[in-house]
């Protein structure tokens, strides 16, 4: 997630570190290349003028904004949710935290509280650990007992054991006579939201939207830059690489922009900021259960939360 | 549904495969056809000019635009709707197990917990062969005792009647005295999301979007195409077949895209991987239950998950 | 609602069953014949040319966007809420048949589980009969005992009344000592859902989009349409007669599917198939419950089930 | 609101009584004048020639689409969502007499139900009189014992208040040993959906679209008609005023309707009919407790429920 | 917020309170020189004609479009949400006092109560200040006991820390066997309400719009604006400096609202007035608990709630 203040309008323009026209200026080089050509030999292929005009590309209109808004709209929703259901995580480790506390007759300095503690913010970092593909031994080693740690060493489904030892925790404190069937159904409804967050995720990360949809957008954009320059030629001469880029730019660099948000839990600058928010987890449960609180870790790189 | 590594931009532009092109290239060679013939008789029909412009195509832009974009965004929504009811059924499935587990006094290897855990797997195929009009008994087998496959033979419901058995299952529960009404209550609530995904999906399979629409969409889709020749040969004179094409190819991709997901639960190459998801689904409610995980099947086809 | 199959693309621009192009089609004559009087006159109206072009109409364009476009959501919304609506009824409904069948300690086969069905089954008939304006009494009469019969002959609320009776059937059974505190309150959630659906329904049918809204289109779209003629003719001469019924077409038709759909429980073509959701619910709970299941009936119209 | 039986396509061209037309006709008239005038002059202000055209107009098409579809959505939205909250009202306040009539050990004919009932009718009408603004001490007097009367007339937020004399019901019912705390906990869930509706009305009632919007789409409105008939003059003549009127009667028009209903709780003839919502909520909850049930009022001004 | 009247169609096209125009004027001064250098060089730049029209222009607008229309809905939905969440807090804590007030066993004039209701006052205001970034000290030292003052003083998370501290007064009911486990378990599910709400308001404070999206937008509104008088100048002369700063006004007061908006916790004027629905939340709860209501306060600026 890209952090910046805001600017003042006019800097605004000249903002580099956050924009994506790095990623997308090869592309806008080729056109603008092809757009000189193009004045140059005014509009001509091999002595045959090409007899393109604006009005053609505005019957294109409906087809691109059709195309654009809702590849643009179904990206953002999806960025949406994704971080719905990680704002949804701390809310519920939190409630769960606040219930171990207050509805199980455990005292707040209780090892059994601190442990269960863990175990959710283990679960944080197994679901994150998930999403993005890498390895969660380091933080299972620093937050769970050695057996745990073993059982989801080769586990497929790691979060949803954890959320089963988080079960498995209420019903030995029912077996002990501290916590009866009511409070056990409260802390499990609680539970479910965790097993739907999970879930949710696992469907997002696991369903694009429908792969056609990309070719269908990618090959109407980049046909439209790539023709524009002859639609233009005519009228306005000279100016047309300066327009055929600026309208190349703003499809180009939308399209970019919704093929990173899409897939919300990557890495990528405009990517959600997995990892502080789980930081934000686990430091906001242990604040609850009294324990010291680690400090927010700096970002690594400017401007950018990963 | 399709599963691609994101391309290269340029090389993404000639991808086949995952494409619609292949299923509408008859129509747009027939567009192509009467394109041609309309710049070699130079826009006249019998002798008579046939005096169209671009213009009269940009009123009709409009209505297009509804057309398309209602009938885009109401696919799709019924698509991610069918994947949400998908993601709850891995949701609550796992939940119910998890409940099973942890609530029930049983241990996690006890064959009581076992016949539960098949219960609902069974339970999400007879979701899917239902959907997908196929035969269930195979799986059936596989997974019940004998005298319930039997029962389900005949049944019209397949999915309602194994929730029913849920329910009786947690009753026997109940009346050998392991389950209370509390915790029989806040298993009840899970089955009734099961019961929700099942009608959810009932009302996705069996109510298309209104038909009046399709007809009005697609008969505006093809005769603003097979006009478009005649409006633009004047002004863009042996590029019209190119825009035409162009034109034609966008709005037809677009429709058949969308034909395609609006019935989400069917077998074509975007539509949604049930048989993946049931798979998912019974790997993990086993792994839960400790059992060995079957191995996830590799696809049949190339980038397609069925 | 409509059922067909899809058909190939070029027969589906012939068809006619399913399409509003009969109910428009005299407005469309009429527009037609304006059309070729104004080319016949060459725009004249009593010796005064009408001076319009296809840019005042481009202009009128935005407004007509947001109209339809409006209209067109805001009435699907509506069907799809109904249809939504009557699929929670369907998963409500086989709830509580499987709550009865498996909570309140009661065999399957005794006489208060088949009457607490027959209840459910009397419920959702009653919710057809006050959405549809018709007369419940013979299947209120095939379904329930006299003397509820008698009591809700002369009932401004029928299903409101058959709700009452089916939270005093629970009642009773708790009166009975079979039903405990737990389970009546899960039973009575799955009641509230019930009591969610009548009223939902009840709010779709009593306000219709504001009236407003429905002039404002409708004289839009016909002053549009029937000006049009003068704004065609000098450019595009003898056509202008295809094109202003082209573009008369997708507005009109537009506007008549919108009508329809909006008032989703009616008995027109394109409205919901609430008699065969009935129909699904009576069959789907007797089938729960053990009973001989009714066989489904033949639609009266080819392709509209009603 | 308005209800009017749909008409005749012709007929509804004329609608006065629902049209938002004698609202808006001195504007439009001044509109028509000033047409006239610049028709009269030929687009000349003091011999300068003012040297506009369509093309201009349609630059500003884009903000204008964006502002009236934005202001146009969002008041539907506050308009259907305080439906669904007076809907919501009926439907929770029918399920709280529900369970007063079958989960509280008493009587349908017992003078506590039918004080529990009252207490809901009074709750209802607070919120209408609270929204309105207007004098509910008529209607607590005809419903309420004149203690809570009295304790009622100075309280600022009084609905509210009923809230809790509803819950000191419950909690007399439990003190006199008919209901335990399973049944108060399931009447409290409802009454904290009581709870969201006052909340949620209040909300809407409170916070307006930001002014910010209305002052930006209200100025671009006036600012584009009346600069309209100079962008026309040239190329339509003595059809300007025609044009310009039809293109400021949309425009403005939409204005006016979104204006009524962004605000739905008022009694402008678009707004929401809450007097009739309550009287149908009082004849319902009535007839459930086997009370008579008053007639329903005719609607004062025709066509409008208030 | 901005509260205020509805004025006369004619004032408000010169409202200048609660107009974003004197933030943009500056803007939309240097704008307006550029037009009139324009004008008066008839669109040369050092000799060389700027060959641009229009229609170029036209080709921009899709991108515009949907550039602006999705960062306005996005930013206001964001805004709406966040009103959503502070009324669901006024619904929450009423719901919480109500549940203290009747489901406690307390008298309305206990001490513990007015504790209890404390404990909400102050949860809210650390809401308030948290998402404002204010020192909460002042309010919680008129409302909670020294020795919470002083734990919350060095908290990171202080609404979470109020969150446990009712907890615990619930517990502590239980303890002292005035509440049992349904009755703890009701008021833990609005618990839970808050502390959706916190996390809520943390995810929209903590997760702007994609940063990229910011930038782009800017980028293309101002290149737009300030190529658009090259593009007018030859059309329509010397009315080029009234319509680019026509366009220009919409753009970028546009941008400027949604800038405003989209962060709603703020203290500009378009901002949600927290402090005010603080207030409203104080009256209320001590109302209810038959405290005395401190007045309303004044709004500080006109017109302006904070």
């Known amino acids: ?16 570190k956050g924009s994506v026209l790095p990623a997308i200026l090869p592309r806008l080089g080729l056109l603008l290349l092809i757009s000189v050509a193009v004045v140059f030999v005014q509009g001509r292929l ?21 195309f654009l808004g809702f590849r643009n709209n179904a990206s953002y929703e999806r960025f949406w949710e994704g971080r719905k259901l990680w704002g949804a995580l701390l809310i519920d480790t939190r409630s769960l935290t606040r219930q171990a506390l207050t509805m199980t007759g455990l005292s707040a300095d209780s090892p059994e509280v601190l442990s269960f503690v863990r175990l ?11 999403l993005r593909k890498t390895d969660p031994t380091e933080d299972f080693q620093r937050l769970l007992p050695q057996e745990v740690v073993q059982k989801l060493a080769k586990a497929r489904f790691k979060p949803i054991l954890l959320l089963k030892e988080l079960g498995m925790w209420v019903q030995a404190g029912k077996e002990a006579g501290r916590i009866d ?15 739907n967050i999970v879930g949710g995720c696992e469907r997002i990360a ?28 005519d009228s306005i001469g000279w100016m047309t690489p300066l327009m055929v880029v600026f309208v190349g730019y703003t499809f180009m660099a939308l399209e970019s922009i ?6 919300p839990f990557g890495t990528e600058p405009n990517d959600l900021a997995l990892n502080t928010i ?17 400090k927010a870790l700096k970002p690594k790189r400017k401007f950018i939360l990963d």
């Open 1 to 16: 997630m890209i952090v910046r203040e805001k600017e003042n309008w006019f800097k605004m323009l000249f903002v580099w």
């Open 46 to 66: 091999f002595e045959y003028k090409i007899p393109l005009n604006p009005a053609a590309f505005t019957l294109l209109g409906v087809a691109l904004a059709i």
């Open 181 to 195: 069937s009511i409070t056990q159904a409260a802390i499990d409804h609680n539970l479910n939201q965790l097993s």
């Open 258 to 263: 919704v093929t990173e948000i899409e897939e």
């Open 206 to 233: 696991s369903t694009p939207i429908p792969y056609t949809y990309s070719v269908l957008l990618h090959r109407t954009v980049y046909l439209y830059c790539f023709l524009l320059p002859f639609g233009l030629v």
């Open 120 to 130: 959710l913010i283990a679960f944080t970092y197994a679901l994150k650990h998930q």
């Open 278 to 294: 789980s930081q934000t987890i686990e430091a906001s449960l242990l604040e609850m259960a009294g324990q010291e609180v680690p």
